[in-house]
């Protein structure tokens, strides 16, 4: 079963805006990885959050993390077309499974 | 340093073929998961292997599938008697036994 539930499931933006992209689970986690896959891909590792983290930022990334209401959201600013892609947000601990959504597709135009 | 390498890229059976998927680890990593993602869906695990043992095979079908890693060479993910519901794109993962796993471009299986 899904662990992760991503929404939405298809995202449209142009360039230059902010794209939001919000996961929801369903056990305790120890950490929550977020990865993007390009069509035809393999997948990315974008940003892990732990669970005693409530925001954490890379580039143009910023994640959040709410324990209490089991849910995360990757936040992209100012996208790009290179940004079109299928993002994922996975959970598992240190050496085992990943247990993936079915993931946002985000189409970026230009 | 290469990344996780998977061949072939694509592979296309008919019905009743054996398929042999291969994995070669980061180099250092001794962890390796096979996961299947099906059209327009997320990744699903199938297997989780380090150096000659097998630690997790909860996600792999009882029947036709198997998996190894062995001490030389890389990881092979077989299917027997592939059916049309086989198809699908299979990635591998490596790792060092920490929280993040780095995939490799997956193989696409086609089933004629």
């Known amino acids: 079963s899904q662990q992760g539930e991503e929404d939405p499931q298809a995202l449209s933006i142009q360039e230059g805006e902010n794209a939001t992209m919000n996961c929801s689970y369903k056990?305790?986690?120890?950490?929550l990885q977020w990865y993007r896959q390009n069509s035809g891909r393999g997948l990315v590792h974008l940003i892990l959050i732990r669970s005693n983290e409530r925001e954490k930022h890379s580039g143009r990334l910023r994640v959040t993390l709410d324990t209490s209401k089991k849910s995360s959201s990757l936040l992209i600013t100012a996208s790009r077309a290179a940004d079109t892609a299928s993002y994922f947000c996975?959970?598992?601990?240190?050496?085992?499974?990943?247990?993936f959504g079915k993931g946002t597709t985000l189409s970026v135009s230009s | 340093n290469a990344g996780v390498m998977q061949n072939p890229r694509h592979l296309v059976r008919r019905r009743g073929q054996e398929a042999r998927l291969r994995c070669s680890p980061m180099?250092?990593?001794?962890?390796v998961y096979w996961y299947r993602q099906l059209p327009e869906e997320g990744l699903k695990f199938m297997v989780y292997l380090q150096k000659e043992n097998i630690i997790d095979e909860s996600g792999m079908p009882k029947e036709r599938f198997s998996a190894e890693f062995p001490k030389e060479g890389p990881s092979i993910l077989r299917i027997q008697q592939v059916v049309r519901g086989d198809s699908a794109a299979y990635f591998c993962?490596?790792?060092?036994?920490?929280?993040?796993?780095?995939f490799g471009p997956g193989t696409r299986l086609t089933v004629l």
């Open positions: 180099k250092g990593h001794s962890h």
């Open positions: 056990t305790s986690i120890n950490n």
């Open positions: 993962a490596s790792g060092q036994g920490g929280d993040t796993q780095y």
């Open positions: 996975a959970t598992g601990q240190a050496g085992t499974a990943l247990i």
